[in-house]
């Protein structure tokens, strides 16, 4: 949250402040976690407005820093993460918030998808994408460098793992869906036969 700038008045502050004083005083330590959480009250204002244009501005200026804040900022990262904003494979003109994403997801979708590209043609384009969209999930388009990192470095959001679906062994639930072709085509005559065999009974 570098890019604030304000004023702090206190009484509590001794008149001579030094580099100590900032780093060991226990009033310091206390004033800093009370701006910092009154900081992302006023953020988490603007990003709750009903006029999406204030946060797409407010997102458009200062969104880089909290991306940052999510690598290099461990204690609040987590707190950062419903305030970052990306495009979809649903949401190609307007980006959403992860809130959004995960209120989207399929009843039985477990995970979070994204893909990391230059921008959102070439994201759009990527034959990674193809098996998700014939199943309609949606995915993440991390179209600046940054993004990803910050990804990686949230691991998860609300329970639900971020997965990067360039990767090898990405898992949609299709090998289950082989193992039991695969099982009804090799036992699928002896089961018929059985049945033939014994009707009703099976």
Not at 44 to 73: P, V
Not at 96 to 108: F, G, H, R, T
Not at 160 to 182: T, V
Request: charged letters at 35%.
């Amino acid at each position: 949250l570098s890019f604030i700038k304000g004023v702090v008045d206190s009484n509590d502050l001794p008149l001579n402040v030094s580099r100590e004083i900032l780093q060991e005083s226990r009033i310091v330590r206390i004033m800093r976690k009370r701006l910092v959480r009154k900081a992302f009250e006023m953020i988490q204002g603007i990003a709750l407005s009903e006029n999406r244009d204030d946060y797409e501005k407010f997102w458009e200026n200062f969104g880089k820093h909290l991306k940052l804040g999510c690598i290099e900022d461990r204690e609040n990262h987590k707190r950062l993460a419903p305030l970052l904003r990306f495009f979809s494979s649903q949401s190609e003109n307007e980006m959403i918030s992860l809130d959004e994403y995960v209120e989207n997801m399929k009843p039985d979708q477990k995970d979070i998808y994204y893909i990391a590209s230059d921008s959102v043609t070439s994201a759009k384009n990527t034959p990674f994408l193809e098996k998700l969209l014939e199943k309609d999930l949606e995915v993440l388009f991390l179209v600046d460098p940054i993004d990803e990192v910050a990804i990686q470095n949230l691991k998860a959001f609300k329970e639900k793992n971020f997965i990067d679906i360039s990767k090898e062994d990405l898992d949609l639930g299709d090998k289950n869906e082989d193992k039991e072709k695969e099982i009804k085509q090799e036992f699928g005559q002896t089961c018929d036969w059985i049945k033939k065999r014994l009707g009703d009974k099976v």
